[in-house]
């Protein structure tokens, strides 16, 4: 519940809108148009991306196409808080480098004249992309489904979006909530009926709802009996995504493929949570429904992509790479006032490749390969032990904009404290506030201080600790803002944000990335099976201040098998 008391604070001076009792986009009417004049650099991302100032949010409608990459965003052009939003637009040849075109889509019909929501690209036939969006065509938020395509084909960054007249392509029936009823996913073809399908996200009273939509010719759309899938209690569904994964294969796959040893995944963004969440299962394309695996938690315990500051991602299949491509938002965690003093807010966090972990349970995440073309310098450290208390610094490279991989060891469990049958195994995350990285432990805690001042004052540890449930370990792997900053300011929001990492422990050894870049750590647990970010704001480690340490405050010795950190350079271009 931390994000949403966040939330309420944030609310102070915020206008909600209700629409039969549901709250919606928020908005600060008196500051969504306050330009940015004199933009702050402090804090600012030197490799992730984001725009050169003011509001962005939803990654929108990623794809590959004729060798460009596209990403679309929401986006405000007018100011540092939600608001005016338009989908802009920027394009690159490596995922790194990044180049600024005009917003592709922004409100002007009467289908869209109150807003243009999140959406989804989809490549059809004849090398064809069309953009599917939310619309918003009164003051009362009823939400329609439009499209759009690009003007000339022959343009390689398709600069200019056409909206047809014969927009909205889809518009909610009376079993419909016409104020839930947003952002549609990619569209997936069956070669054995001949339809196109879509989801959208919506909900049923508190029933999380994912409606299913049919097409011959992508233009008339009819709904499905039933939808694709829905959860009651589980509140509105957002963002949803559907595409498959393959069993065995090191490949990603096209959201359309059909064939054997495949699993598919449905991804939902809670709107009561903020969090994202995501099953396994099965999906038959004569049913048209979706079926999660047995075992499968479906809500807000399930499996979330990400057990921090992630939400509204968007997944693309990129042919030129045969991978599938993951894009995800990370908001501010300081308050609304500060966002506007500093003039942006928001960036969007480095691609992740995304695969089935081979004991099929669970997707890996991991940072695309082209993010290591902007590594430096590199220091290395191996067979180094860390005894109770210990902890050494990695000097050598930009503590504050750095890459860092780190493989820790042990030489027994013995020491894996209990776990305690009254603690919830489902919130790690209150788990790691109580046993937080200075609290001693047996077998952890253990890990990386980052973005640390030279005599800790400030530091945001990302670390592991290690449990002895009744039949099974249980690792618990922590990315902890609460001593991140000296600043003290209404409405920032410092967590311990946690989640526990389903990891084989027989050869006694435990990885951990870290992607560190001023104002974001996004780390990367056992390989990428659990994934967290952390949205941070230091007063004294900025810059050449900033310190990188590796630590443990166990009373089991820990041994640094092996230690690589690179400081990472800046693009040469980032959405200029």
């Not at 939902?268 to 499968?296: A, C, F, H, I, Q």
Request: charged content about 20%; aromatic content about 12%.
């Amino acid at each position: 519940m931390g994000y949403i008391l966040w939330v309420l604070i944030r609310c102070l001076g915020l206008i909600i809108i209700f629409n039969n009792g549901e709250a919606s986009h928020k908005a600060y009417m008196h500051l969504q148009s306050t330009p940015a004049i004199n933009v702050k650099q402090v804090h600012r991302t030197g490799y992730h991306f984001q725009p050169t100032k003011h509001w962005i949010n939803d990654p929108n409608g990623p794809m590959y196409y004729n060798g460009i990459y596209h990403l679309f965003y929401q986006y405000n052009p007018k100011g540092a808080v939600w608001g005016n939003i338009v989908w802009a637009h920027s394009v690159s040849k490596d995922l790194i480098n990044w180049k600024k075109l005009d917003p592709a889509i922004y409100p002007s019909k009467p289908f869209d004249q109150f807003g243009c929501w999140s959406g989804s690209a989809t490549i059809l036939p004849g090398n064809k992309p069309v953009i599917l969006y939310t619309g918003i065509i009164d003051k009362n938020n009823t939400q329609v489904q439009n499209y759009a395509i690009p003007a000339d084909l022959s343009d390689p960054y398709l600069t200019k979006w056409i909206k047809p007249d014969n927009n909205p392509l889809i518009v909610a029936d009376i079993s419909v909530n016409k104020t839930a009823f947003r952002d549609p996913t990619t569209a997936w073809w069956s070669g054995d009926d001949g339809h196109w399908r879509i989801s959208i996200g919506g909900r049923r009273r508190e029933r999380g709802m994912s409606f299913l939509y049919r097409s011959r010719d992508f233009v008339h759309w009819i709904k499905a009996k039933h939808p694709l899938h829905s959860k009651g209690g589980t509140g509105n569904w957002e963002c949803p995504d559907f595409f498959p994964v393959s069993v065995s294969g090191k490949n990603g796959l096209d959201t359309s493929f059909v064939g054997s040893g495949i699993k598919y995944v449905l991804k939902v963004s809670l709107d009561v949570t903020r969090y994202e969440y995501y099953t396994l299962g099965t999906y038959s394309n004569e049913k048209d429904r979706y079926v999660p695996d047995e075992g499968m938690i479906d809500g807000w315990n399930g499996l979330r992509y990400d057990y921090g500051n992630f939400y509204a991602s968007k997944s693309f299949f990129d042919p030129s790479k045969n991978r599938r491509i993951l894009w995800g938002w990370a908001n501010e965690s300081d308050s609304t006032n500060d966002d506007v003093k500093k003039g942006w807010a928001g960036i969007q966090l480095i691609p992740r490749t995304i695969l089935l972990d081979p004991n099929g349970k669970q997707l890996l995440q991991w940072p695309i390969e082209e993010v290591e073309t902007l590594r430096g310098k590199k220091v290395e450290l191996s067979n180094r032990k860390l005894v109770k208390g210990e902890k050494v610094e990695i000097k050598g490279i930009t503590a504050a904009q750095a890459d860092v991989d780190v493989v820790f060891s042990f030489d027994s469990l013995d020491k894996a404290e209990p776990f305690d049958s009254n603690w919830d195994r489902y919130d790690a995350q209150k788990l790691c506030s109580q046993k937080g990285s200075t609290v001693e432990g047996g077998l952890g805690p253990f890990g990386i201080l980052t973005l640390a001042s030279e005599n800790l004052e400030e530091y945001t540890p990302v670390f592991f600790r290690v449990f002895k449930a009744k039949d099974e370990h249980l690792v618990l792997m922590c990315s902890d803002a609460t001593r991140s900053t000296l600043k003290e300011g209404n409405g920032a929001y410092r967590p311990s944000f946690a989640g526990f990492v389903d990891v084989d422990l027989t050869e006694k050894k435990l990885s951990l990335r870290s992607l560190i870049d001023n104002s974001v750590v996004e780390s990367f647990g056992a390989g990428g099976k659990t994934c967290i970010t952390s949205r941070v704001y230091p007063t004294l480690a900025i810059y050449g201040n900033a310190h990188l340490y590796a630590f443990n405050n166990g009373t089991q010795t820990i041994k640094i098998d092996s230690l690589n950190a690179w400081s990472m350079n800046k693009p040469l271009k980032m959405n200029q």
